[in-house]
C-alpha cells in the first residue's frame, strides 16, 4: 500500500465531500452532512500516515488504493 501524508489524505477527504469544520492543533477535523462520524486527519508537515490510521481513514471516507 502506498503511504501518504495528512495533506494528501485530507485532499481526498474533501473530493469525497467531506466539509474542514475546525482545528485543534495539528489534527484538521472534517465532518459530512447525514453522517455522524467525523474524520481527524494529523497533518504533521510532510510526514506520512502510519499504516494503521490510513486504513482506518480509507474505510470512513472512502478511499479505494488506486486513488491515492
Do not use: D
Not at 472534517?30 to 474524520?39: A, S
Amino acid at each position: 500500500m502506498k503511504a501518504v501524508t495528512g495533506k494528501r489524505m485530507a485532499k481526498l477527504a474533501e473530493e469525497k465531500g467531506w466539509v474542514f469544520a475546525r482545528v485543534n492543533g495539528s489534527h484538521h477535523i472534517y465532518t459530512m452532512e447525514g453522517r455522524v462520524e467525523r474524520v481527524v486527519i494529523p497533518i504533521h508537515g510532510n510526514k506520512t500516515l502510519k499504516i494503521g490510521l490510513q486504513k482506518s481513514l480509507m474505510k470512513i471516507i472512502p478511499v479505494s488504493e488506486h486513488e491515492l
